[in-house]
Nanobody
Framework: VQLQAFGGGLVQAGGSLRLSCTASGRTASSYAMGWFRQAPGKEREFIAAIGENGGSTAYAGFVKGRFTISRDNAKNTVYLQTNSLKPEDTAVYYC???????????????WGQGTEVTVSS
């Protein structure tokens, strides 16, 4: 599975961005998907995951209702809607895929390249 993330950019604090990740491959829709981020000087951290059919989701505690993960299997695409962005959300955001949600959270099987999000104060 090949993953390509896009949609990052520069946004003011309080603003929103919708990140997208397109998966290619015949079985792309059969994978659980997720989003991670890595801020400068920090380790990569889990943000959210979604099951193969979109019926199950999981979020990191810091999301606190600001971010929403969703997917459109007809387009082989997973989204991360980010609202009420803060300067501390500045990071490179990565999408990932795994055989199960648990796999995505703990140790994804596939990674996409990152898309950079910068939130100005």
């Amino acid at each position: 599975v090949q993953l390509q993330a896009f949609g990052g950019g520069l946004v003011q604090a309080g603003g929103s961005l919708r990140l997208s990740c397109t998966a290619s491959g015949r079985t792309a829709s059969s994978y659980a998907m997720g989003w991670f981020r890595q801020a400068p000087g920090k380790e990569r951290e889990f943000i959210a995951a979604i099951g193969e059919n979109g019926g199950s989701t999981a979020y990191a505690g810091f999301v606190k209702g600001r971010f929403t993960i969703s997917r459109d299997n007809a387009k082989n695409t997973v989204y991360l809607q980010t609202n009420s962005l803060k300067p501390e959300d500045t990071a490179v955001y990565y999408c990932a895929a795994g055989s199960t949600m648990g796999r995505v959270v703990a140790r994804p099987d596939y990674w996409g390249q990152g898309t950079e999000v910068t939130v100005s104060s």
